[in-house]
């Protein structure tokens, strides 16, 4: 897999795990009104976007052998 879609999903993983945390810290500080399901909407696409990455490394892993 070429080093740009590899950097390209480290970040979108990176972005989602962050919004996700973002989010539960306000969910659970409570200040606002959160959306428990938002928070198990960004919960799945950080589990996506891992996992995406996880898939693409061990295929670069693989290639290279």
Do not use: I
């Not at 480290?10 to 409570?30: I, N, P, Q, S, T």
């Not at 959306?35 to 898939?55: G, V, W």
């Amino acid at each position: 897999m070429p080093t740009n879609q590899l950097e390209q999903l480290l970040a979108e993983a990176r972005y989602a795990r962050e919004r996700y945390d973002l989010y539960k810290a306000r969910v659970h500080g409570g200040a606002r009104p959160s959306s428990l399901s938002r928070l198990r909407e960004l919960e799945r696409a950080s589990e996506y976007a891992e996992a995406r990455l996880r898939h693409a490394k061990a295929s670069a892993r693989r290639s290279d052998t």
